[in-house]
């Protein structure tokens, strides 16, 4: 398919041009498996941090509620101690208006009665509401230790398995990277510094052209390096993505799409 007169300024005395291609293409291949692998292997972790995350927060949730709750239950224990001695008190006051011998004595033994009515009304009143907002917690806290167990159960049965998976696509992707770094010291160096910042960059580095469009861009080429890509067997990169480029002939993508 290629000439073997390279002309290009990706040259090296080792590898001819079309050489140097098939190299960067098993290289390319390598690298979209590589990726394929390390995207599984985050797949996986993120689902177990994800689990994890998960119970942490409900942990937080539940102790931050709990303490809530404990001050709830402290705070009504206290207002109903409160009650208890204004009730001893109100006691105290009924008894005191049934000695008064004047007026004036009735009258305040009997506004003693009132204020003391009125702050044990007070007193019941933050007593109910405490205790529907107790209870109001402590159904949430339930619903939260269901939510949290069924995390962990979760945890616990996905655990092993996603582990497993871990270890045998790690291991996969280990083996790959070992046979990434042999391909690309079958790549002149300065062929393979210049694919591997492309790739840093746009994620692939590699680009094909048969009818004078950049199949990584999908963007037109100037007419003048078309011709060429197409009269010679060089590796050029594209104006528009600045990728690797080389001119395939037809057959090689029919070829290519049949293999896929």
């Known amino acids: 398919m290629y000439p073997l007169a390279p002309s290009s300024s990706f040259r090296s005395h080792a590898l001819s041009i079309p050489e140097q291609i098939r190299a960067l293409e098993k290289l390319a291949q390598i690298d ?3 990726k394929d692998l390390q995207d599984k292997l985050a797949q996986e972790r993120a689902t177990l941090d994800g689990l994890k995350s998960g ?9 931050t509620d709990r303490v809530a709750l404990a001050a709830m239950d402290k705070t009504r224990g206290e207002l109903i101690q409160d009650v208890r001695n204004m009730t001893q008190q109100l006691e105290h006051s009924r008894d005191k208006l049934g000695r008064s011998r004047t007026e004036r004595e009735a ?4 506004r003693e009665l009132e204020e003391l009515r009125k702050l044990v009304r007070d007193r019941e009143e ?3 509401k405490l205790t529907a907002d107790a209870d109001a917690s402590r159904q949430q806290i339930e619903a939260t230790e269901a939510d949290h167990k069924k995390l962990v159960d979760d945890l616990a049965a996905r655990q092993g398995n996603i582990n497993s998976k871990l270890s045998e696509v790690g291991v996969r992707a280990q083996a790959k990277q070992v046979e990434r770094d042999s391909a690309a010291k079958a790549i002149p160096p300065q062929l393979y510094r210049r694919y591997d910042m492309i790739r840093s960059k746009r994620g692939t580095a ?23 890509l197409r009269r010679e067997p060089i590796i050029e990169q594209c104006p528009s993505c600045n990728r690797l480029i080389y001119f395939l002939a037809a057959q090689g993508v029919a070829a290519s799409d049949a293999e896929s």
């Open 32 to 34: 979209a498996e590589l």
């Open 55 to 63: 119970i942490a927060k409900l942990d937080d949730k539940l102790s």
């Open 107 to 110: 009258n305040a033994a009997q």
């Open 206 to 228: 590699l680009a094909q052209t048969t009818e004078g469009t950049c199949n990584a861009c999908h963007m037109s080429l100037p007419p003048q390096l078309f011709h060429r």
């Open 126 to 128: 933050e007593i109910g």
